[in-house]
């Protein structure tokens, strides 16, 4: 009798007492609000790095992690002429971009066969399997470049695209790849370093201006996702950058080319 008087003690402390579960909490079996203050933590810096090395096919690659919009967590992954965006609650790999492959004119020497072969052995050696998923491939044309992106969609329900490689029209080359299946609305660069430093020295607009460095960067001051060149010119004409704090920088939309001088 002892013990099973225990046993309904217990059951009737259990119902009085509110449950914490995932930043939730839970009283009389009723699920209550979320806690506004809880916020899921992110997987580990070292876990994000490893996926995204993996995927860009790179030695090592240093994390940051950031806020985006919607109190959603980024780790932005660099190398050497790569960056990588990784959702930090899943760990998911987004986006993927190679700096140096990206296209810098308007030059059409690949066909769009060339493009999907080269985009398909990219998803095979990322082991990535679009199976069921329907491929296409269209070129895209901006600010004076040309790329081919080749899509894999969900045919059935909302259509909506899960995997995108987009591929040099010069070279062949593919430079860029998005993870589109948990919907974040994200847009790969398009625009290479060459053609968005000549976007950036005609939108300074002074005689004898010169490049001095560019850094792609991804980007969520304007509220979503975006890929950002930041050109530091030299005012002067040299071919090194003038000193941190007195030349120009003039930042590329590295998908529209629009250009904004900030002059210190």
Known sequence: MRRAFSFVAAAMLLAVLPLTFS?????????????????????????????AAKLADVPAMTVTLTDGPNARRFYIATAPQTIAL???????????????????????????ADARTAAEAFMQK???????????????????????????????G????????????ATGSVFA???????LNITAP???????????????????????????SIDFTGGSQASIWRIRLNASGGTAP?????????????????ATVAIP
């Open 23 to 51: 930043g939730c909490w839970v009283a009389c079996g009723c699920l209550e609000t979320p806690d506004p203050n809880w916020t899921p933590l992110p997987v580990p810096a070292d876990a994000a790095a490893s996926a």
């Open 86 to 112: 990784i959702d930090a609650v899943g760990g998911m790999v987004l986006e993927v971009v190679f700096e140096d492959r990206m296209p810098d004119d308007a030059t059409e020497s690949v066909t769009t």
């Open 126 to 156: 990322a082991g990535l399997a679009p199976d069921g998923l329907t491929e296409s491939v269209s070129t895209i044309q901006a600010a004076g470049v040309a790329a081919y992106q080749v899509i894999w969609t969900d045919p059935s």
């Open 158 to 169: 909302v259509k909506s695209p899960e995997f995108e490689v987009s591929v040099n029209a």
């Open 177 to 183: 790849f998005l993870d589109e299946r948990m919907l």
């Open 190 to 216: 398009v625009i290479g370093s060459g053609r968005a430093t000549q976007i950036a020295i005609a939108a300074f607009g002074a005689t004898g201006a010169a490049a001095g460095s560019a850094e792609l």
């Open 242 to 258: 003038d000193a941190e704090g007195s030349t120009p920088v003039v930042s590329v939309d590295a998908v529209t080319g629009n």
